[in-house]
């Protein structure tokens, strides 16, 4: 459910490394409540993209608005009010390893929003039950399932209550019997109105959560549209082959 006010605009991101164009000229608009799925080759610029937008990753050229405010790349407070609104999931996890999972959700609750270790704890404790880790909270990131780390690293997200989350294939480094938990909690979160753009090849993500689904390739935007409009019974198009495969590809594992 949108509410069709923007609370994201990028504008004409263009971003290169070592002379190679990664991202050309890409144009994404995300309102209140949207998700949006970007699907695509590898190499496509997906994951540039999100980076952009968080500003982990800085823009060569281009605009990002959050709430109709621009950014300032070159501004340390307005990369700071960015990634604050701005959550994170990676491929990796990116877990502190010497940390627990309740400490790897509290160390940003504590550094950087300055809250006291017994407030911190009371909050990543709720968002470790809110992920279905509640008993988990002791255990360092060695101990845990591959999914479980996954979702330590979404509570951990949600703990410093972002208006936005950016998801980069948050399933693809999963054995396939673990993905399923994932998926149920990022579509937990999709029933409670959180606001997302998800980089996945997982096609049940695709056809069931994307209010919008955008078609990456070679560093540009070359299709988008509704799931309604692209993956329609009949179409030819670059989104429905893709997917056409994806779903070849998930039958022939099961």
Partial sequence: MTSNTPILKAQAIQKSFDGNTILNGVDVVLEKGEIIVLIGPSG???????????????????????????????NKQDLYRLRQQVG?????????????????????????????????????????????????GDLYPAQLSGGQKQRVAIARALAMDPKILLLDEPTSALDPDLIGEVISVIK??????????????????????????LF??????????????LLAKGNVNKTQGFCDRLNELATGEQ
């Fill in 44 to 74: 496509g610029g997906k994951s540039t993209l999100l980076q952009c937008i968080n500003c982990l990753v800085i823009p060569d050229d281009g605009q990002i608005e959050l709430e109709q405010q621009p950014i300032d790349f070159s």
């Fill in 88 to 136: 994170m999931i990676f491929q990796e996890f990116n877990l502190f390893d010497h940390l627990t999972a309740l400490d790897n959700i509290t160390i940003a609750l504590r550094k950087v929003k300055k809250l006291d270790r017994n407030t911190a704890e009371k909050r990543a404790r709720l968002e470790l039950e809110q992920v279905g880790l509640g008993e988990k």
């Fill in 188 to 213: 937990n979160l999709a029933a409670k109105g959180m606001t997302m753009i998800m980089a996945t090849h997982q096609i049940s993500l695709i056809s069931t959560l994307a209010d919008h689904i």
């Fill in 216 to 229: 990456m390739e070679n560093g540009q935007i070359v299709e988008s549209g509704t799931p309604k409009e």
